[in-house]
């Protein structure tokens, strides 16, 4: 069992940046593979970014090249630094976990979420 919550969204200018973190407590996390999705309003929720135990990672095709996940297992924290930021990444970005040893794309493979934290990217 683990708990998730994230952290680090709020309201940024088209081509800015923003670093979400997502904490975990209870089981630790360096035992989960973990995955960022998001949900924007009246559309579905997608996959964002994945990393593996080993620390593998992958991402949505949009978002590769200006998003970054890693995770520190000392602090049982995963992050997803977005940069170059674009009014169509505004969402509400969820984090994810599944005890897994490779990373999964789809959000239906993950067991616990966090409650989410808004990205608001303005034009």
């Known amino acids: 069992q683990v708990s998730l919550v994230e952290s680090g969204g709020g309201l940024v200018q088209a081509g800015g940046s923003l670093r979400l973190s997502c904490a975990a407590s209870?089981?630790?996390?360096?035992?989960?593979?973990m995955g960022w999705f998001r949900q924007a309003p009246g559309k579905e929720r997608e996959f964002v970014a994945a990393?593996?135990?080993?620390?593998?990672?992958t991402y949505y095709a949009d978002s590769r090249g200006r998003f970054t996940i890693s995770r520190d297992n000392a602090k049982n924290t995963v992050y997803l630094q977005m940069n170059s930021l674009k009014p169509e990444d505004t969402a509400v970005y969820y984090c994810a976990a599944v005890v897994s040893w490779t990373l999964r794309k789809n959000g239906y493979e993950y067991d616990y979420w966090g409650q989410g934290t808004q990205v608001t990217v303005s034009s």
């Open positions: 209870g089981r630790t996390a360096s035992s989960y593979a």
């Open positions: 990393i593996s135990r080993s620390g593998d990672s």
